[in-house]
């Protein structure tokens, strides 16, 4: 088991013939996932490594069962590719586009609910179930499967700390990328839920940074929600006031936000809290 | 992106925000002329991008002509948190009977728009947040539905009871909601929204903050950038596609990934170093950008070590190595580089340096112990 994807998992790319929708589409392809169509306007009826191209979602739900959506198009479209995706009932749209603007994610954030449908990002690297499906763009090779669920707000920093899992024999359920926009489709809370009601994941590791209250929130949740042990790494513990750390959610202001705080509410709640990414898989040891 | 109050009024004015005249000046003189334009007593205000300008002394009421050049002329040789005065706002002095508190900021939480109301206006909004968070009366407005008109006459109410007033300030956030809407803002703020003379409420201050993904919708803003919004270095390293803050350390840090960026720097100071920068090189591994990231990092005299942290995956660790050796060939680097390369193309990337003579880490906390030991 895992969360939210499986092996039978059918797959589209919206913008698969761009730069990075064609070079992942192969990769997402070489990795096991069933990419089963592409979306490029203007280039229905054309193939892409054998993958059928359609102008629409649409007509490509008339050949195709699709279970999720990956959007790579540039950030000016990436609004309408995400409400085509709903507007198609998509169950499950990733959007990795980063640079959305935060007033049309506000409302792609409502119209996606209205649809009944889930989305993951947008600014996220995705997520992946090892041995089983990935839609994203991380790297297979340094995952394993197994039982631990990563949630992250990050690309990179989530390598590293699957890097740390997998050395230390620590095998993954699903690991997810939520992005690190400050309007994000899903977040901590709604993973934390999925994670705890999947018999094959046995703890969660969470990944939080600097800028909003997700973290204090997410904390919360666990202590009163959580049976599974949950560690936490959050990052931004030497970040300025007032800037905005490359990620555009990633910014303390008003005195919120801050590192201090969402380590504070995870201790509080009972929460293991790691002061680097090789420092999980001892606590996660420690407590499962 | 970050504007003056002078641009804020500005904008407030094409929107019917009820905003004084104004002038600006970038010198003493011209502030003098416009003083005497005005006439009656002004009031001088220093034009930076941070708050607390009044206790820093860039805020003075002056009388004369005489007088605003002189004011005029302190204001401009202030350095205010760094940042150096370069224009003044000259504008008639009001008398205020009562200060209000109006603001408007996305909350990530709730993902509504919430409006702030207080009739406590004037002080920092914040600590008022802290010290009597009952003060502040707020509205969350979906986007999607628009302001709740009865909800927003009885919130406005427990501020302004008298209903002049309230219609005013009614008028005033509609406005308000607006502009955040149409010019894609992350906070917009009126402190104080001031009771003057006449019954009349006039924003006194303005602030207005832009969401930095949306600026490609709106030529329009491009002429209230502010270079000094950001250092030298950080407008170099934009130019160059790299994400780049300044710091105060001493250990400059070149990473792939903002997340792990931030983490770098953490670990850093947890081994008792000090960042000179965050610096993100971004997903794509351009030999170029590494060289460029360099370049900048370089250019700080503080920087007393290097420390490069790559977690290959989109980025390939042997474009990185490559960027390293063309920096190495064109530039002189005079301090120690600790290289951590990991993921896509590590075998070949670490290959490349240890061919010359660099010594590559596999693990983080490695090479960070390493790069603080060289400070």
Known sequence: MSILIDDNTQVIVQGITGRDGSFHAKTMLADGTKVVAGVTPGKGGSEMEGIPVYNSVAEAQLAHRIDASVIFVPAKFASAAIREAADAGVPLIVCITEGVPVLEMLENYYYVGEKGVRLIGPNCPGLISPGKCKIGIMPLRIHRPGGIGVISRSGTLTYEVVYNLTAAGLGQSTCVGIGGDPIIGTGFIDLLALFENDPDTTGVVLIGEIGGEDEEAAAQYIKDNMSKPVVAFVSGRSAPAGKRMGHAGAIISGGKGTAEAKVRAFTEAGVAVAEKPDEIPGLLHGRS | ?375
């Open chain 2, 1 to 375: 992106m970050k504007i003056h109050e002078y641009q804020a009024k500005e904008l407030f004015g094409e929107y019917g925000l009820p905003v004084q005249r104004q002038e600006v000046a970038a010198d003493a003189k011209t502030a003098r002329a416009a003083a005497e334009r005005i006439g009656g007593e002004v009031v001088i205000k220093a034009q930076v991008l941070v708050g607390g300008r009044g206790k820093a002394g860039g805020v003075k009421l002056v009388d004369s002509g005489a007088e605003a050049e002189r004011k005029a002329g302190d204001i401009l040789a202030l350095t205010i948190k760094d940042l150096p005065v370069e224009k003044v706002l000259i504008a008639p002095a009001a008398e205020i009977l009562q200060e209000y508190y109006l603001g408007m900021i996305l909350d990530r939480g709730s993902k509504t728009i919430v409006l702030m109301v207080s009739a406590e206006g004037g002080v920092d909004i914040e600590e008022l947040a802290v010290t009597f968070p009952e003060k502040i009366h707020q509205l969350a407005i979906n986007p999607v539905a628009g302001i709740d008109a009865p909800a927003l006459r009885s919130v406005l109410s427990a501020a302004f009871p008298v209903p002049q007033l309230r219609e005013q300030a009614e008028d005033t956030v509609y406005k308000l909601y607006r502009l955040f809407l149409e010019k894609d803002c992350s906070l917009v703020e009126i402190n104080p929204y001031a009771k003057v003379d006449g019954e009349q409420l006039l924003a006194l201050d303005a602030k207005v903050n832009f969401d930095d993904n949306a600026l490609y919708k709106h030529p329009e803003l491009e002429r209230f950038k502010n270079p000094e919004e950001y250092s030298e270095d950080e407008i170099e390293a934009r130019n160059n596609g790299l994400s780049f803050v300044s710091l105060d350390g001493t250990i400059g840090c070149i990473v792939n990934g903002a997340g792990l960026a931030m983490a770098t720097l953490d670990i850093v100071k947890l081994y008792g170093g000090d960042p000179a920068n965050f610096l993100d090189v971004g997903g794509s591994s351009n030999p170029e950008k590494v060289l460029n990231a360099l370049r900048i990092i370089l250019g700080n005299p503080k920087v007393k070590a290097i420390l490069i942290n790559i977690f290959g995956g989109i980025t390939r660790c042997d474009d990185i190595a490559n960027g390293i050796l063309m920096a190495m060939d064109q530039i002189d680097i005079k301090v120690p580089l600790v290289i951590r390369l990991i993921g896509t193309n590590d075998v070949e990337g670490r290959r490349l340096l240890v061919d010359r003579g660099f010594r590559v880490a596999e693990r983080l906390s490695d090479a960070v112990e390493q790069v603080v030991k060289q400070v």
